[in-house]
């Protein structure tokens, strides 16, 4: 596709550079790739950018980008869950902060600092899911700190996404609350199983009955195998629509993956327009 002058100065003033056009063969086929820099960590948060609609224009033509009520792939969750499942999902926002906090389900309880439960406003449009705590995190006691925590605000400032973690902060964007697969930091150089994941999942669970985002970011391995039940690679789940009792489900990649493996942030950004071509095709909350 071609950009006008407009468009393609809305796109500089988000740090995005329009490539030469590629032809799309398939869904999500290149839509901008933007340089590093647009992810790039920053040492303090910038203002909101300008519109990023332009941007999306590649996505637009997707039916699961634009009638995802319509299109959404039904992917159920791994079955079970703890015994303790029923009485989480009766919980409100302060028992289920201190239920978490006090939890000795697993073998991960141990090796915490804090139990990183969750951040940003109660009702929010969007839900970022990633996958465990680190040593930052853990030490903070909030879900994506350091670098991750300014890679993923530059990654939702671009689609128009609040970053705001004060609970009774209200901006005219869309808000984002974040939250992770597991609550506490697995041991440095471990790998969490199934039974970790099966502990924390009806906390998650919990968190987004009472959320009730219009749709799901997992970011990663394992905030995917918690809500969709599934291990097959990233890369073949990448660019559709997934489902969640209901909740639109956007698969992408982990920021502490992409800090790593800088060539990856062009599908980071295909995700991202995916997730706010889906927000726009659900209109109005």
């Known amino acids: 596709m071609s950009w006008d002058e407009r468009q393609r100065a809305m796109l500089a003033e988000m740090g995005l550079r329009v490539w030469s056009p590629v032809p799309q063969q398939e869904a999500l086929a290149e839509p901008v790739r933007p340089p590093a820099a647009a992810f790039a960590p920053v040492s303090a948060p910038s203002a909101a950018p300008p519109h990023a609609a332009p941007a999306i224009a590649a996505v637009q033509a997707l039916p699961t980008a634009l009638r995802p009520s319509e299109s959404l792939e039904s992917t159920p969750p791994a079955a079970g869950g703890a015994a303790r499942s029923p009485a989480i999902a009766r919980m409100d926002w302060a028992e289920l902060r201190s239920s978490a906090a006090a939890c000795q389900a697993c073998a991960l309880c141990g090796g915490r600092s804090n139990s990183v439960f969750g951040a940003g406003p109660v009702r929010a449009d969007c839900l970022v899911v990633g996958e465990a705590p680190g040593e930052q995190e853990d030490a903070q006691g909030e879900p994506f700190a350091g670098q991750s925590a300014q890679l993923l605000g530059n990654m939702l400032r671009a689609i128009n996404l609040s970053f705001a973690l004060d609970p009774n902060s209200v901006v005219p964007e869309q808000q984002v609350y974040l939250s992770s697969a597991l609550k506490c930091r697995p041991p440095p150089g471990s790998t969490p199983g ?63 993956y992409l800090l790593r493996n800088l060539g ?18 659900l209109g109005p909350r």
């Not at 990856?264 to 095709?281: M, S």
């Open 194 to 256: 199934a039974a970790e994941l099966e502990q924390c999942r009806p906390y998650l669970a919990r968190q987004i009955e009472l959320v009730k985002p219009r749709v799901i970011l997992a970011m990663g391995r394992l905030a995917v195998q918690t809500l969709l039940g599934s291990s097959e690679p990233l890369g073949r789940l990448r660019g559709r629509v997934h489902d969640y009792q209901g909740s639109p489900v956007i698969v992408t990649l982990a920021p502490s």
């Open 264 to 281: 990856e942030k062009a599908r980071a950004w295909e995700d991202l327009c995916l997730v706010q071509a889906t927000l726009q095709g």
